[in-house]
């Protein structure tokens, strides 16, 4: 079985989400009290895992599930193959692992 990524959609206002990807962000892991600052070249879950390394992942490719956290505030950017469109349009989870922030500051429950 090979297994691809999802090309990446435009934001509302039409900008593809490969370069919003690129833009670093912060997020704040609520129950840690930590603010972290996610840049352009990391994924949320690397800069989590440093942070707090218990996090739990497996594939790192957005289709296990493993690493889904839930999303306190801010506008995640969704790059996963698991949740569905409706929990997408929701924001109230996301996979750390390949998804990004489409706002400038995202609030997860880690």
Partial sequence: MERFGPAPAPDATGIPADRAARRPFAVELRRSRQVLV???????????????????????????????????????????????????????????????ARSSRLVLDL
């Fill in 38 to 100: 996610v840049p352009a070249d990391r994924t949320i879950l690397d800069v989590v895992r440093d942070a707090v390394p218990g996090v739990p992942y497996s594939c790192e490719e957005g289709y296990c599930g493993s690493c889904e956290t839930r999303v306190l505030a801010g506008i995640p950017e969704h790059h996963d193959t698991v949740l569905s469109e409706d929990e997408r349009r929701t924001g109230r989870t996301m996979m750390i692992c390949v998804g990004r």
